[in-house]
């Protein structure tokens, strides 16, 4: 799959569940593989080398990793677009019913503009104020008792309970933003996810609410006056509107309602026979209420709330880039990419065959020592340097039932020659057998079993061979004593024993 | 410029392949104390990216030393002429089973590779072994010899005698033992070997310095991460009011212990991955202090509201709607209005919190009671962790891939003894930070990481 470097929320809520999913199923991936597989990913993407959230996503498109699907994170990311959606159908069926609500006009009555401006004005300026509170930076600590208590009536924060009740049970979702009460990578994220969703509802409840009164305007004969009890005089209630209307005042100065439409259309409930505008205005005169109310509800709701709604979505995309290249395991992976790959280990996944004797036989008996018990005059071969010894030896060998009747010289410096020639002579004679002295630390070479076989082919098969283990200054060691004997039953040998001799002081 | 080649030869059973783990850093190098374990070469190449910078070869050890002799002393003519002998034993004798040990480890010798013979300098030297060393002499390549100190004899002197005569460069190392710095000066000793090695091993030395501290760097974020999550660690359940209170609070203390352990473990593992070490065994106890009594909480949720906040919410719902009555009376009622509402919301909801907390919505109550165990209040969990870790990295640092015993984590509290009091100072500090912001800041993981790094390589400033 190709990258297209998509960083829309969606695309980095998409990699965010997605990395979370793939760094968990990574883990039973060798290391070795994993390290080769990340490197040469890394080096395609050198070019994002300082974008690690572009880095992730590419690595995410090329990753193949075993028992994970990437199409995981999108069940995450459609719940995402269909709270969205309905977030946006319902701000604006709100909105549209609310205006509906507030602009209704029997014919008697007229509607009330300080009643429509305290419903769709009034409080959304108080919500904006609100808004921008919470988003200072630090306000999060400062104001989290307001956002809780807020909580219950947050079109954001129900998104995402109803978010939390889909996904229960499920594998990582959107939940992964809020889940992780402790992480202060995710929350930030999650939080401006609540504030993208009440600011979508906010503008849609906003776009709702100018329909209701662009459909109303146009559709019907709307009669707007207005009255209070409270104790405000015209003027007082012109210079209000005049503040209110301060963002457009020179651009479209028509939508400031005069003095005197403000003296015309002020009404008191105890008129008898309904309201009569004051002369010089008409009933239609009055009508020209629409264009204030119009562009009060621009500057002091869509417009404003646009302008949230992009902030929330610019925020988001920062923090769920941040959070992406934060999550565990993600340095990691960017180390792994980014650092040439240092590798000291074999090259082939063919290592090494078994060990030697593994052809052995396992029934093969294991070279063992005498049994019969009775006591074997014999010649006795030091190999390898053992015959300098053999004054020491000497004795050890009698206590194992075998009386040296003379010493010869093999192995080591000596020649193949000189060892041939030695078992020459050793099998002319008739022997009860012949004890070889080895030093078990030594591990026995093919030169030493080609010595042996040559002494069982020219002794003869059934001549009694001792190999004699010494371990010098200390006791033969286990370890020692199985690699001979696991060598020598390679020779499949009945009348091959093996001995140990006690330590020499 | 050629890559530096090395091949590891000597007598069967005298540590060459525990040489080459040690070196390559690879725990897949069998090594047993059967000989003739290595029948076939294996290569271990230092690689960077694609480049190799060089080439340890691991090799059979000799097996008919003698006979191999023999028909080269037959062959030769004069010294000149060894080197191709030698080829000549080996193209001629390639695929004799008699041979076969011989001509696969004469093989890179006769490629151009250098020597490193390798002996066992705790056993005594032995006259079987001068057959070897002379035909490793007739090849002509540049050699080294180490004696390798496997086991607890002391034969080094004997061996640097009869080594001296065969060898220009003869060292002593312990496979088992060698630290890192050990290992490269191995290396440079290498370099010694041929000029033209020089600038290759040189870089292979810098190289790995660095990756080491990559390495070093990437462990001590993964301690961090793990004891950052630990210290904030807490379980939370609703508590079903139908069952013993004790018995959901064991439960959830076994949960929360368990989760602690398996975070830590998880952190060894992964640290253990980092140095290359996936199959090593380790022998650690469980955290003593996760033995005591745990600090557990209940507290009552309803929406996910605590309820503070819920007659929070009920009071401000109460104000907004007393304020219509204030604003119907022109600010006559002085705020009266709101006051009022205010309380009936608050006390309103506090009253009726727990009947709304009992409705069952999609068969879960919408509210109730929740016990919570942790976090760990005892002030001396972090250090016991962060001990731990740091006594599981040094010596992770310290061994070697040729070392196959299990990994004994033993006396963990001394592992913070060499910490001087600014370097505890500013770990305290971090630990402080945790406790009250949680983990997961990756600003305060940097800075927990930055204390702790210091720590491996001992303190500061001595203790009184």
Not at chain 2, 430 to 453: C, M, N, S, W, Y
Request: hydrophobic share 45%; aromatic share 8%.
């Amino acid at each position: 799959m190709r990258y297209t470097g998509t960083m829309t929320p969606a695309a980095l809520l998409t990699d965010l569940i997605a990395l979370t999913t793939a760094l968990e199923a990574d883990g039973a991936t060798d290391t070795r593989r994993r390290q080769q597989r990340d490197r040469a990913i890394g080096k395609e993407l050198h070019g994002q080398r300082k974008r690690p959230a572009r880095q992730l996503s590419g690595w995410l498109r090329r990753v193949d990793i075993a028992d994970w699907r990437p199409s995981g994170a999108h069940a995450g990311v459609h719940l995402y677009r269909v709270l969205g959606v309905s977030l946006a159908v319902l701000g604006l069926a709100v909105g549209w019913t609310l205006a509906r609500g507030v602009l209704s006009y029997s014919g008697q009555t007229p509607i009330n503009i300080f009643h429509v401006v305290s419903a769709l004005v009034l409080p959304q300026i108080l919500l904006l104020v609100v808004w921008l509170l919470l988003a200072l930076p630090g306000a999060s600590a400062l104001f989290s008792g307001v956002r809780a208590t807020l909580g219950v009536v947050h079109p954001g924060r129900l998104a995402q309970r109803f978010a939390a009740r889909l996904e229960r049970g499920r594998t990582p979702g959107l939940q992964l933003l809020w889940t992780q009460h402790q992480s202060r990578v995710m929350t930030p994220a999650g939080r401006w996810l609540v504030s993208y969703w009440s600011q979508l509802f906010a503008v849609w409840f906003n776009v709702g609410a100018l329909l209701a009164l662009a459909y109303l305007t146009a559709f019907s004969d709307l009669a707007f006056a207005w009255s209070t009890t409270l104790n405000l005089d015209n003027a007082e209630f012109h210079r209000l509107l005049q503040w209110l209307s301060w963002p457009w005042h020179n651009l479209y100065p028509q939508a400031v309602p005069s003095r005197e439409l403000i003296d015309a259309s002020r009404f008191y409930r105890l008129q008898s026979g309904g309201f009569e505008p004051a002369p010089p205005l008409s009933a239609a005169q009055l009508g020209a209420w629409w264009p204030f109310l119009f562009l009060a509800l621009t500057s002091y709701g869509l417009l404003p709330r646009l302008v949230t709604l992009l902030v929330s979505w610019l925020r988001l995309r920062v923090h769920l880039a941040r959070a992406l290249a934060h999550i565990a395991g993600a340095a990691e992976l960017l180390a792994r990419m980014n650092s040439p790959l240092v590798t000291t280990v074999c090259a082939h996944d063919d290592v090494i065959a078994g060990a030697p004797g593994a052809n052995a036989d396992a029934s093969d008996p294991v070279p063992s020592a005498r049994t019969d018990g009775v006591a074997m005059a014999c010649p006795v071969v030091g190999w390898s340097g053992t015959y300098a010894q053999r004054e020491r030896l000497a004795p050890r060998l009698r206590g194992l039932g075998i009386e040296p009747l003379d010493w010869q010289d093999a192995g080591g410096g000596r020649s193949l020659h000189e060892d041939r020639t030695l078992v020459a002579s050793l099998c002319q004679k008739r022997q009860s057998g012949v004890a070889v002295v080895v030093r078990a630390w030594e591990p026995p070479l093919l030169d030493f079993i080609d010595f042996l076989r040559d002494l069982r082919r020219q002794c003869g098969a059934r001549q009694a061979i001792v190999v004699a283990l010494w371990g010098g200054e200390h006791p033969v060691a286990t370890r020692d004593s199985e690699v001979w004997r696991h060598a020598l039953r390679q020779l499949h040998d009945p009348y091959l024993h093996v001995e140990t001799l006690e330590p020499t002081p | 410029m050629s890559t530096p080649r090395f091949a590891v030869v000597g007598h069967p059973n005298k540590g060459k392949s525990s040489i080459v783990s040690t070196l390559a850093n690879d725990e897949q190098v069998m090594i047993s104390a059967l000989s003739g374990t290595t029948r076939e070469v294996q290569e271990y190449p230092l690689m960077v990216d694609d480049e190799t910078l060089y080439v340890l070869i691991d090799t059979p050890g000799f097996q008919r030393p003698r006979a191999a002799l023999e028909w080269m002393h037959a062959q030769a003519g004069s010294s000149a002429e060894r080197p191709q002998v030698v080829r000549r034993f080996v193209e001629q004798h390639q695929g004799d089973a008699r041979f076969e040990a011989e001509c696969r480890l004469l093989a890179p010798l006769i490629g151009g590779a250098g020597i490193l013979y390798v002996v066992d300098g705790s056993r005594p030297f032995g006259h079987e072994y001068e057959a070897e060393m002379e035909i490793l002499r007739w090849t002509g390549q540049p050699s080294l010899a180490l004696i390798n100190m496997i086991g607890s004899g002391d034969y080094r002197h004997e061996w640097e005698n009869a080594l001296g005569q065969y060898f220009r460069i003869v060292r002593v190392f312990n496979a088992m033992k060698a630290d890192f710095d050990k290992r490269l000066q191995l290396l440079l000793a290498f370099a010694q070997l041929c000029e033209a090695w020089r600038a290759p091993l040189e870089r292979a030395v810098q190289v790995l310095r660095a990756e080491r501290q990559r390495r070093r760097t990437g462990a001590v974020r993964l301690i961090a991460e793990c004891l950052a999550g630990m210290i904030t660690y807490f379980r939370e359940s609703p508590l079903d009011s139908s069952k013993s209170i004790d018995r959901q609070r064991a439960a959830l203390g076994e949960a929360y212990r368990a989760a602690l352990t398996r975070r830590e473990q998880a952190c060894r593992q992964a640290v253990e991955s980092l140095y290359d070490y996936n199959r090593l065994q380790r022998r650690e106890a469980v955290v003593d202090i996760l033995d005591e009594d745990l600090f557990s909480s209940l507290s009552w949720r309803l929406f996910g509201l605590t309820r503070r906040q819920l007659v929070a919410t009920g009071g401000v719902g109460g104000a907004a709607a007393g304020s219509v009555i204030d604003v119907a009376v022109g600010g006559h009622s002085l705020l009266l209005g709101s006051g009022l509402g205010a309380l009936i919301g608050g006390a309103s909801a506090w009253f009726s919190a727990d009947r709304i907390a009992d409705i069952q919505l999609l068969g879960k109550s919408l509210g109730g009671q929740v016990l919570r165990i942790g976090p760990m209040r005892n002030i001396n969990f972090p250090y016991v962790v962060l001990g731990r870790a740091l006594l599981h990295l040094r010596m992770l640092e310290g061994r070697t891939h040729a070392c196959r015993e299990p990994l004994e984590l033993v006396s963990a509290a001394d592992s913070l003894r060499t910490a001087g009091h600014r370097q505890r100072a500013g770990v305290e500090k971090v630990f402080a930070a945790l406790r009250k912001q949680g983990a997961g800041d990756p600003a305060l993981l940097d800075r927990l990481g930055h204390a702790i790094e210091p720590l491996l390589d001992g303190g500061d400033e001595p203790e009184a």
